[in-house]
């Protein structure tokens, strides 16, 4: 029984970890969506009106976001964005690896340093997710860029 015991749980603390890695660009959606949720429910909209506001405000707040990262050409906006989108990753994931570390770890020392460690690696999963989500988009649908070279086009006659 105790060896079940371990196994589940090895098993679930690898699947927090994974969760908290797959959903690390999100938490700044999650942050503005249940911001605008809870302002919502507290101005009277209800449970179901404020669950919608804050789902339909999360998703255009990661949407706007994506769009604006592909769309934004100059590096230091683009870091700016991308910044936005980590920071609130980082300090989910602080929070996230501090509680995980209270489990088996017994020096605060230790609890800390693991705690900012696992920031900086979520806070850069977010960052790297932030910029394979949002690739940079073309201006026109179909267009090609500048620096891509264009194949020789070679046309067939027929002589008759």
């Keep these: 029984m105790l060896v079940i015991g371990l196994i589940l749980s090895i098993f ?17 959606p999650f942050f503005v969506g249940l911001t605008a949720g809870m302002a919502a429910f507290h101005d009277g909209a209800g449970v179901l009106g404020a669950l919608l506001i804050g789902v339909v405000v999360g998703a255009l ?3 706007i976001g994506q769009i604006a990262f592909a769309l934004v050409k100059p590096i230091p906006l683009r870091a700016a964005i991308a ?9 989910a994931g ?15 020392f ?7 460690i696992g920031a900086i690696v979520i806070g850069c999963t977010a960052w790297a997710r932030m910029t394979v989500l949002a690739e940079p988009l073309p201006l026109r ?20």
Aim: glycine share 10%; hydrophobic share 55%; net charge negative.
């Design 94 to 108: 602080y929070h996230a690896v501090l509680g995980l570390s209270q489990i088996g770890v017994p020096s605060l």
């Design 12 to 28: 679930g603390i690898g699947l927090f970890c994974w969760l908290i890695f797959a959903l690390a660009v999100y938490a700044l």
């Design 61 to 63: 707040t990661l949407g």
């Design 110 to 116: 230790w609890r800390e340093t693991f705690a900012w």
């Design 83 to 91: 910044a936005a989108f980590a920071i609130p990753a980082a300090i």
């Design 141 to 160: 649908p179909g267009a090609a860029s500048a620096d891509e070279s264009q194949p020789a086009l070679t046309a067939a006659t027929r002589e008759g």
